[in-house]
């Protein structure tokens, strides 16, 4: 029965129901996490042989007679861009390969930007006045939080289900020159797994930018993290935006952080040859380059892209389980009560969980009096601030399936109380 | 003879048969460098074995649980800061481990310091108009690239036998408030050698700055890294700046470059612990964090700081012979002349030579198309412009001895050739 059609006296039973079932779920001392997006441990031990890769001198040399242990190759190593290359589906000179961390690589390119600008000949943004930055929402706290930090207004976009507003981003961009950039996630996105339609690709390779040093940062953090056999499909962008006579508009980024060690993969970034050779020029500066025994590791575990992709399959069969146990849980306990919607992703690493206007945080703050952690209720929206307190970002992939089981079960009882209270206080 | 003492007539005969010996040299087509600080190959295979510490899912665990495969500890792994810090005496909370680039970390603090300011209430280096930055010289090319991009007003320094003129710096730091940093290789420097003298470390601490956000940028990249059994001794600035009362004075860098390995070793960082915390604060916006699994393959391969100690021993039996075939050369070619001084370092990774005035650019091509290359006339200084153009870098690390010998050959003999075309075009 659908909770906003019961009765006061219903809707109390229901409530003091569900509060029994929570204490009870209190009283066995639990202590589960549904709030990173981390592989497990089992993940992990899949790229296990990649630390034994690059063991003897000679190991360390390669193709090209680099020796991987020595200074040299500031944007990373040539044979470790032949592998990536395909992934992003671009040619060596356009590639730039970094250390471990891509957010690293974002971070670095804004900072570039603020006081370098976007290219040789542009305006550093930091001479620019106060600049604003749209942010796809909900989406990635990491990022609001990269251009909170740098000072820029960010202007909240809804997220439809193919993509943002693409409406309110063309009228955006068009009138205010102080909008410089723009968030995406735009393949099994974070948190909402949804991916980009062509449509929305094209629009954003095309629209017409008052500023012509606005620039999309294109996280493509999930491209190749299937969870079915039948994945979605994503436009590429830099194709796109070259088409459209915007050849340098757009960044790509990704990292093997969920392909192989999350804390000790290779991150990379991707644009327009010109946008390449200008981020290098400025890392020439920066550092004498990224560690390239590591990106060797990857070249000779993985052999070519055709085998990162095989690897991946692996990584499926371990998270889609997860996902479907969230997700069960979700359509069993919530479907019914129409006090919750959420998104069935193809990809990635979360499910994006909305719940009645005004329950969000008070569902976290029930689940983890009950010794389940999710992501801070506002996390997926700038400043933290979720307009309608709704938004809640489920990451099933590091718990084990049984305690994930569990973990949802807590989950679903703390929507069910958070919304009972809820309707009877709109009573 | 001294050259200087010599006819026009001898010098013309000496000057040709200079001239001779280069010509015999080029008919050998060889193909020498003395140009990079670049450890050799026999130095790399020192630490091969670090690469097989770390290979098992169980090897990854550090000592506090932490797995070093996933995500987590955005300024390093505790148990590689305890490797670390006692080689900058400094504790754990002081010290932020980065990934394999030190300067890249000096770089990104700057770049932190022109926009956020270099504590939470101090204004953006950006917001201050034009700067200036003090240059000890010859110095470190790559430091002077850096502040060059960054558009500060580089200032040269003259160095002297125990560290840079301390009577100039301490006058132009408290009457000038644009000054904000200067660099420093405060130990077997690059590229003269030099160590400073405990009293040139307390006149840093000490002295009173016009701008109350004016840090010493404190590369103490060869701290470790002694040529002999008698090493030089260098005062803790981090411990002088605090008794002085100055605490957050200086940031002291160093990496594992010239230990393990220069393409993949692990960069660090020490200050204050204010300071410290305030460029974490902005380390957790720009990264996930550095590859923890090279840092745990440091601990496990040293076991600690001491391990590290024995460990340089090893690199010192590879150096020392190769500045002693250097140095040998120059003693016995050139000082009887009188046409170059040089530095005898007791560590570090190069020698310092300054020719007569005017003949640094000489030499240089002169061994070039000898087919020796040598480290760009002018590179020691701020915009690459030695206003004696005098000084010229000797990096003996790479080359095997043999190949050495035969290039300090060819140098000395181009000093020669140079140095006579000089004094007749005097005469």
Known sequence: MNLSQMSKAELEA???????????????????NMARGKPSAEQLDLTQGLLTTVVSSKDCIADDG????????????AQAKDLFAPMLNVERDQLILGGSSSLN?????????????????????????????????????RHFLVTETFGFEMINIPMKNDG???????????????????WC?????????????????????????????FRIFWDNAYCI????????????????????GNPNRAIEFASTSKVTFAGAGVAMMASSKENAEYIRSHMTV???????????????????????????????AMLAPKFAAVLGGLEKEIA?????????????????????????????????????????????FPYKKDPRDRNIRIAPSYPPVEELKLAVEVFTTAVKLASAEKLLNNI
């Open 105 to 141: 690589m974002m971070y670095d390119t804004i900072a570039k930007f603020m006081l370098f600008g976007v290219s040789k000949d542009s305006t550093p943004w930091k001479d620019q006045g106060r600049l604003k930055w749209l942010c796809p929402c909900p989406g990635y706290d």
């Open 286 to 316: 920066q550092t004498i380059g990224p560690d390239k025994i590591n990106q060797l590791r990857h070249v000779k575990f993985f052999g070519s892209f055709e085998g990162i992709k095989e690897h991946m399959k692996k990584h499926q």
């Open 14 to 32: 229901f409530k003091n129901e569900a509060q029994a079932k929570l204490d009870e779920y209190k009283a066995m001392g639990l202590s589960l």
């Open 66 to 77: 680099t020796d991987c242990r020595n200074y040299g190759g500031v944007d990373g190593l």
């Open 164 to 182: 943002p507003d693409m409406d309110m981003i063309e009228k955006l961009v068009s009138e205010d020159e102080s909008i410089k950039g723009v």
């Open 185 to 213: 996630v735009p393949m099994y996105g974070n948190p909402t797994g949804i991916t980009f339609s062509d449509q929305v690709v094209k629009r954003f390779a095309a629209m017409k930018t008052k500023a012509d040093d």
């Open 336 to 380: 019914p009560l129409g006090i919750g919607s959420w998104t069935k992703p193809n990809g990635g690493y979360f499910i994006s969980f909305d719940s009645l206007d005004g329950c969000a945080k008070r569902i976290v703050e029930l689940c983890k009096q009950t010794g389940v952690v999710l992501t801070g209720a506002g996390a997926t």
């Open 225 to 244: 993290h299937h969870l079915s056999d039948t994945p979605d499909k994503l436009l590429d962008l830099l194709e796109e935006c070259k088409k459209a």
